[in-house]
């Protein structure tokens, strides 16, 4: 039996690949093999499905990261820097994800809330870590790490992940006098 979250993945594939409008349950129980049945045991229906989908996206995307960093909480703010930038580098398979989502967002108010939520969050993050550094303006360099990545994802074609750690080491040198990613 398909679980809730074998339904939250295939949605989110299907959010990646075609965008919010293609998930709906006759393109998730074809992805799938399953039955609508399977679909209903697990969801009230597409608005319960959108919700759960859209915590999901939360939750893989922005807390397990935070989360994976935060393991090692006494670890020196450089470190938890590197340590994101690596996971979100390793995880830039999601670019379509995120691009889905933000296009959701313009469409809908429960997916803007979300990507508001997740903005937020992910700068405070980033807020956060960077006044660990010692920088001058951290909540302004917090905020242009964060834009690197969504202007990173918007040009087409995307920037690779090499290209993009080049970005944030030139700019992390920059920033801190030191070569944190180099």
Known sequence: MATRTTW???GLEVLASDGAP???IERLTTELGLSKGSYYHHFK??????????AHFEARHTTRLVDTVEQDPDAPAATKLVRLLDLVLADHDSV???????????QDAEAQAVQERVDRTRTEYLRELCHGLGVDQPDHLARLLYLILIGAEQVLPPLRADELREVYAMTLRQATGKPLLD
């Open 22 to 24: 293609a998930v709906t």
């Open 45 to 54: 229906g597409a608005p319960d499905f959108r919700t759960a989908l859209l």
């Open 96 to 106: 379509r994800l995120e691009i889905g989502v933000r296009a959701w967002a313009l």
């Open 8 to 10: 939250l993945d295939a």
